[in-house]
């Protein structure tokens, strides 16, 4: 399976903050703001924001002396004992924020064998997930999420994905020609956001954004009624911004 996608503004903040670490774990008793500038070769204004952003995440912490040394959460994520449990904590912290950020359902999904899963969710009485009324992994054409999946895959592997998985229309908005989807999956362009506006379910719109890094397909989503249609790109560009922490947790 070759992958299509090209590398997002949250997949350059993730890379960049991976710099920085790499350069902290040489110094296990703290190093300085601008001794991490000469290392990462980042300009002074980057690694501020990058620095916040690991801070708040909990991969570093800031000393009495002003130097920075690793965080808690770095130390849980890189142990052996106790990873994935560390991970998925980390990755629904991250959802929870995102959610109360962009006011909706939040959602992790993973491309895995030729099949869609989402593995996470973050909802709540007042942003409520969508109703899965018909299986997710059969609604890769319908769905925001499935089309963000699709698109990071070359054309031979899309079209072995719909070859198992028929087109059925779902609502009045669904595309069921094979041809008219893949043509707007090549159009797609990876950093805007792809979008879902009834054509999976009666009543709600969806975005999606890309989290794939390296050889592992993933996308970030989230849903909203159709009352709330009107903030849909608004929310979708907000999921995009705070993307690059969910790369940083699956990536480290």
Sequence with gaps: MALMHEPTAPYHSAQDALRVLEAMARHTTGVTDAELARQTGLGTERLTTLLRMLNREGYVERAADGAY???AALSRLTSTHGRDRALREQLQHNLERLRDSVGAAVYIS???DGEIHITQCAASPST????EWVDFRSAAHAS??????LGQLDLNAR???LSRHKMARLTSRTITSERLLLSRLDAQAPSVPVLDLQEYAVGTVCAAVPITAGSAVGCLALSLPVAHAHRLRAAADTLNRGAAPVLLSLAI
């Design 159 to 161: 079209r072995d994905h």
């Design 128 to 131: 409520p997930a969508v109703n």
């Design 110 to 112: 993973r491309y895995v």
């Design 144 to 149: 925001a999420i499935g089309k963000s999946l």
């Design 69 to 71: 040394v690793t965080g």
